[in-house]
Nanobody
Framework: QVQLVESGGGLVQPGGSLRLSCVAS????????MNWYRQAPGKERELVAT????????NYVDSVNGRFTISRDNAKNTMYLQMNSLKPEDTAVYYC????????????WGQGTQVTVSA
């Protein structure tokens, strides 16, 4: 069946780094744009980063631009989010999403991985 599985979350100090992974199965990964979303307690889910099917086009929310990098390896059916210079306000559950079109969410979501940035 169609499935997205995130990993790589954890507790990190401010200024630290984490790399999230999203492994896809059950569909032709290389034909879909993909997204990373996050949801902090009491806040709405927001789009963090998006990448097109080939990996050559990306976009980021302003608050992470220059600190986060989205990438994908279509041979491994895997998408990544490299997060550097983490801030406490980056604390959230991060979700992998299969896009409907570039920059827009689709109906397939992963289970989420918790990222906590705290001293």
């Amino acid at each position: 069946q169609v499935q997205l599985v995130e990993s790589g979350g954890g507790l990190v100090q401010p200024g630290g780094s984490l790399r999230l992974s999203c492994v896809a199965s059950g569909f032709v990964f290389s034909t879909y744009a993909m997204n990373w979303y996050r949801q902090a307690p009491g806040k709405e889910r927001e789009l963090v980063a998006t990448i097109n099917s080939a990996g050559g086009r990306t976009n980021y929310v302003d608050s992470v631009n220059g600190r986060f990098t989205i990438s994908r390896d279509n041979a491994k059916n895997t998408m990544y989010l490299q997060m550097n210079s983490l801030k406490p306000e980056d604390t959230a559950v991060y979700y992998c999403n299969r896009g409907s079109v570039y920059g827009r969410p689709g109906p397939v979501w992963g289970q989420g991985t918790q990222v906590t940035v705290s001293a």
